[in-house]
């Protein structure tokens, strides 16, 4: 199984800072990793896939980068929407996410 | 619009079967792989498994937490995509979301998710 490890575990910051999240692989995934974003009670929404692709309707503020076995996701001013959990997700062997990054208000 | 809506979930008792579905509607079902995710109360997202579209084959994989337990259908004449769950334990507990996956197995539409509760 492929383990995702994310970091910071919880990220504090004031809206229009930048926020930068990292996922780790135990493995190589290639590309073919994706960031959720999750607000309380409500489902996950895709942010990016393919490690870099921003999903149909996504700020462009949202960016993802890496390959391999290290990514980030970037969100380059905090808008007060924004604070919430993010997940990373690899599809390369079956699928595992990571534990998440909850992005809260400092 | 694509929508997804799960239904099935409710109350059960540890050892029993329970069977969710996932009705999809604004998208041809039929070429799309899908997938079940689920989240424990209060914690992060699991991976359950997909299902691929009839072109592909139509196999299923699963994770290693629920493979021989847990197994994924679908009836594209209708449009709905199945979990059975069989040997429910406590730990099966949580939400439990359908999403329409693309390419590379992400899952771009999700469902609002429907809540199984394993308790004796």
């Known amino acids: 199984e492929i383990v995702l490890t994310q970091s910071p575990a919880t990220l504090s910051l004031s809206p229009g800072e930048r926020a930068t999240l990292s996922c780790r692989a135990s493995?190589?995934?290639?590309?073919?990793l994706a960031w959720y974003q999750q607000k309380p009670g409500q489902a996950p929404r895709l942010l990016i896939y393919?490690?870099?692709n921003r999903a149909t309707g996504i700020p462009a503020r949202f960016s993802g980068s890496g390959s391999g076995t290290d990514f980030t996701l970037t969100i380059s001013s905090l808008e007060p929407e924004d604070f919430a959990v993010y997940y990373c997700?690899?599809?390369?062997?079956?699928?595992?996410f990571g534990p998440g990054t909850k992005v809260d208000i400092k | 619009e694509v929508q997804l809506v799960e239904s099935g979930g409710g109350l059960i008792q540890p050892g029993r079967s329970l069977r969710l579905s996932c009705t999809g509607s604004g998208f041809s079902f039929d070429d799309y792989p899908m997938s079940w995710v689920r989240q424990a109360p209060g914690k992060g997202l699991e991976w359950v498994g997909f299902i691929r579209s009839k072109v592909y084959g139509g196999a299923a994989e699963y994770a290693a937490s629920v493979r021989g337990r847990f197994s994924i259908s679908r009836d594209d004449s209708k449009s709905i995509a199945y979990l059975q769950m069989n040997s429910l334990k406590n730990e099966d507990t949580g939400m439990y979301y359908c999403t329409r996956e693309g390419g590379n197995g992400d899952s771009h539409y999700w469902g609002q998710g429907t809540l199984v509760t394993v308790s004796s």
């Open positions: 393919g490690a870099f």
């Open positions: 493995l190589s995934v290639s590309s073919t």
């Open positions: 997700q690899q599809r390369w062997l079956s699928g595992t």
